[in-house]
């Protein structure tokens, strides 16, 4: 096993995301950092989820989520929905409708609507694939990078040296 795994998290290149689910009137949304792009056609992109998520139960009812782009100006936003514990999560920012069910974060620099193609199992999490039915920029910046949210989430806990 690798002794080293917060290197592999923080070296790995990859950006900052919420992702946003609903299925009827109930809501929630995640900080993500393991998103990317799987297929030009159809358009297709996969993150993943810990299982146990309040989030997956709704992805998994809906079978719709929205991935909304951070900025580099949203280290607060990702630190809001990294958090577990936070109560009325998705009455502290703005929302607005795409095409899905799922809300769109207003502050977001874009964001994906997506239709849930197929999921499997990964480790501790699940891989969810996605088909990508809208895809829309709202703000101008630059992304949000992983690297660049310091040790937010607690990830240099996973290194055992």
């Known amino acids: 096993m690798i002794e080293?795994?917060?290197?592999?998290?923080?070296?790995?290149?990859?950006?900052?995301y919420v992702i946003s689910v609903a299925d009827g009137s109930e809501q929630n949304a995640f900080t993500a950092a393991w998103v990317m792009?799987?297929?030009?056609?159809?358009?297709m992109i996969a993150f993943?989820?810990?299982p146990e998520h309040y989030s997956y139960k709704l992805l998994q009812a809906s079978g719709e989520c929205t991935v909304?782009?951070?900025?580099?100006?949203?280290?607060?936003?990702?630190a809001?929905?990294?958090?577990?514990?936070v109560r009325e999560k998705m009455t502290t920012y703005r929302w607005q409708s795409g095409k899905t069910v799922a809300p769109v974060l207003s502050d977001s620099l874009a964001y994906f609507d997506c239709k849930l193609?197929?999921?499997?199992?990964?480790?501790?999490?699940?891989?969810?694939v996605c088909e990508v039915i809208d895809?829309?920029?709202?703000?101008?910046?630059?992304?949000?990078?992983?690297?660049?949210?310091?040790?937010?989430d607690g990830s240099s806990s996973l290194n055992k040296q």
């Open 4 to 16: 080293n795994t917060s290197l592999l998290s923080k070296q790995i290149t990859h950006g900052v």
């Open 37 to 43: 792009q799987v297929s030009f056609a159809p358009p």
């Open 48 to 50: 993943s989820i810990n």
């Open 68 to 78: 909304n782009v951070l900025g580099q100006d949203h280290l607060a936003i990702a």
């Open 80 to 85: 809001h929905f990294g958090s577990s514990g």
């Open 117 to 128: 193609s197929h999921t499997t199992d990964a480790g501790d999490h699940k891989i969810v």
């Open 135 to 152: 895809a829309v920029e709202l703000n101008s910046g630059w992304p949000l990078l992983y690297w660049q949210t310091g040790n937010m």
